[in-house]
C-alpha cells in the first residue's frame, strides 16, 4: 500500500522560513515518477505548489510562490522537501504531498496542475503565518 507521509509543517512569522518533506513508502519506482506539493487554504480550492517529474528533472511552480519556495529531491526512493522562504500570511494552508509512480499520464498544457495525475497523497502538513 503506498502512502506518502508530510511533516515540517507549524507556526512561523512574517518573512520566516519552514521547510516541509515527504517520504513515500509502498511504491515501486517506475521510468515514469513525479510528486508535487498542493496547498488548501480555509475556504478555498486546492491549489498547486510546486512539481517535479523525476524522468527529465523539469520542476514547475505556481505563480504566487516562483522565487520564494524551492523542491528539492531527485527520486522517489529518497524524503522530498519543499523549502519555502519569504513566508507571507496568504501562505496558510494545509499544504499537501502528492505523486505519480508510473502508468499513463495526461501531459497536455499545465499537466502538473491536474489533481487527477496523482493518484496517491499525503494526509496534509498545516502551515500559519502569522502576520
Known amino acids: 500500500q503506498v502512502q506518502l507521509v508530510e511533516s515540517g509543517g507549524g507556526l512561523v512569522k512574517d518573512g520566516g522560513s519552514l521547510r516541509l518533506s515527504c517520504t513515500a513508502s509502498?511504491?515501486?519506482?517506475?521510468?515514469?515518477?513525479?510528486m508535487g506539493w498542493f496547498r488548501q487554504a480555509p475556504g478555498k480550492e486546492r491549489e498547486h505548489v510546486a512539481t517535479?517529474?523525476?524522468?527529465?528533472?523539469?520542476?514547475h511552480y505556481g505563480d504566487s510562490v516562483k522565487g520564494r519556495f524551492t523542491f528539492s529531491g531527485d527520486n522517489v526512493k529518497s524524503p522530498v522537501y519543499l523549502e519555502m522562504n519569504n513566508l507571507k500570511p496568504e501562505d496558510t494552508a494545509v499544504y499537501y504531498c502528492?505523486?505519480?509512480?508510473?502508468?499513463?499520464?495526461?501531459?497536455?498544457?499545465?499537466?502538473?496542475?491536474?489533481?487527477?495525475?496523482?493518484?496517491?497523497w499525503g494526509q496534509g502538513t498545516p502551515v500559519t503565518v502569522s502576520s
Open positions: 502528492a505523486a505519480r509512480f508510473g502508468g499513463t499520464v495526461w501531459f497536455g498544457s499545465n499537466w502538473y496542475k491536474l489533481e487527477s495525475n496523482y493518484p496517491y
Open positions: 517535479r517529474w523525476f524522468t527529465t528533472g523539469s520542476t
Open positions: 509502498g511504491h515501486t519506482s517506475t521510468n515514469n515518477d513525479f
